[in-house]
């Protein structure tokens, strides 16, 4: 069993940054590949960004695209998503994920369906006013 808790969630305004953490419990952390994804008021839950298991690759939703940076300390059992530059249109509930273990390798761009992953964080939100 895996426990993800997303934190670094706030009020911000539009231009500034936050940066998100998501601590995992377990041994398996290493395993897993992480996702970022996000639900705003009144939409589906859409990709954010992935990692790979060692962090070598990564991947981003084009709305994200050169603003967010992903990464991981497998070390500390953490993932993170630096944003940038956040606009207002990034207002949403931010939720962490993490695959199977069991999940056969591929392609990082693979991994922005949901049901690539089995574990997911509570949420922390994020509002980005204008």
């Known amino acids: 069993q895996v426990q993800l808790v997303e934190s670094g969630g706030g009020l911000v305004q539009a231009g500034n940054s936050l940066r998100l953490s998501c601590v995992a419990s377990g041994r398996t952390f290493s395993s897993r590949a992480m996702g970022w994804f996000r639900q705003a008021p009144g939409k589906e839950r859409e990709f954010v960004a992935a990692?790979?298991?060692?962090?070598?690759?990564?991947y981003y939703a084009d709305s994200v695209k050169g603003r967010f940076t992903i990464s991981r300390d497998n070390a500390k059992n953490t993932g993170y998503l630096q944003m940038n530059s956040l606009k207002p249109e990034d207002t949403a509930i931010y939720y962490c994920?993490?695959?199977?273990?069991?999940?056969?390798?591929?392609?990082?761009?693979?991994?922005?369906?949901?049901?690539?992953?089995?574990?997911w964080g509570q949420g922390t939100q994020v509002t980005v006013s204008s």
């Open positions: 994920a993490a695959s199977s273990p069991f999940m056969v390798p591929g392609l990082i761009e693979t991994m922005t369906t949901q049901t690539k992953y089995e574990y």
């Open positions: 990692i790979s298991r060692s962090g070598g690759a990564t």
